[in-house]
Antibody, heavy 118, light 112 residues
Framework: EVQLVESGGGLVQPGGSLTLSCAAS????????MHWVRQVPGKGLVWLSR????????VYADSVKGRFTISRDNTKNTVYLQMNTLRAEDTAVYYC???????????WGQGTLVTVSS | DVVMTQSPLSLPVTLGQPASISCRSS???????????LNWFLQRPGQSPRRLIY???NRGSGVPDRFSGSGSGTDFTLKISRVEAEDVGVYFC?????????FGQGTKLEIK
């Protein structure tokens, strides 16, 4: 069974930092492009960042460019999202997702809640 | 960014009746590799998104055949031939051709 399990969410003060992890199991991790997507509860989905299988190509949405960093460790089957200079508007549920084969295969984690508040 | 516009945003449907959701993109989703990366997702309450359709019209593994997708270029449609109770939730279209990938606003399907 394929599982993506996010961790690292929680309460952080504005201006603070947090690193999310997403541990994958049951799949050939290095063949998947991995993504971070967030959703304010009750609102829509917003793509944040994507990293390809070998980590050689990374892209970010403008809203997080320069503040967030995606990375992956294929030896640990884990993708990370380091988040710096957090703002109240970064409060959301953060999902990791992986896909390959033109989206013929994709998997999503259960999400982890990040709350930015003083 | 490519803007994805869904309609309707709310869709009350009687059990057993068909349903249809439209999704329009602000740019063509035809990729340079010849594929059109338009996917449909269903997010049930309290759950992660689940992909139903990929590349416009391909049903994912385990997706019931009452779901079908069609369209090209900038105009796409998701159809449910006969709505069942488990189909309740929010449906999102998503484009994966242009970065950043973008989603539609979501269409909330409820049973009348």
């Amino acid at each position: 069974e394929v599982q993506l399990v996010e961790s690292g969410g929680g309460l952080v003060q504005p201006g603070g930092s947090l690193t999310l992890s997403c541990a994958a199991s049951g799949l050939s991790f290095s063949s998947y492009w991995m993504h971070w997507v967030r959703q304010v509860p009750g609102k829509g989905l917003v793509w944040l960042s994507r990293i390809i299988g070998d980590g050689s190509n990374i892209v970010y949405a403008d809203s997080v460019k320069g503040r967030f960093t995606i990375s992956r460790d294929n030896t640990k089957n884990t993708v990370y999202l380091q988040m710096n200079t957090l703002r109240a508007e970064d409060t959301a549920v953060y999902y990791c997702a992986g896909h390959r084969g033109g989206w013929s295969e994709d998997y999503w984690g259960q999400g982890t809640l990040v709350t930015v508040s003083s | 960014d490519v803007v994805m516009t869904q309609s309707p945003l709310s869709l009350p449907v009687t059990l057993g009746q068909p349903a249809s959701i439209s999704c329009r993109s602000s740019q063509s989703l035809l990729s340079s590799d010849g594929n059109t990366y338009l996917n449909w997702f269903l997010q049930r309450p309290g759950q992660s998104p689940r992909r139903l359709i990929y590349k416009v019209s391909n049903r994912g593994s385990g997706v019931p055949d009452r779901f079908s997708g069609s369209g090209s270029g900038t105009d796409f449609t998701l159809k449910i031939s006969r709505v069942e109770a488990e189909d309740v939730g929010v449906y999102f279209c998503m484009q994966g051709t242009h970065w950043p990938y973008t989603f539609g606003q979501g269409t909330k399907l409820e049973i009348k």
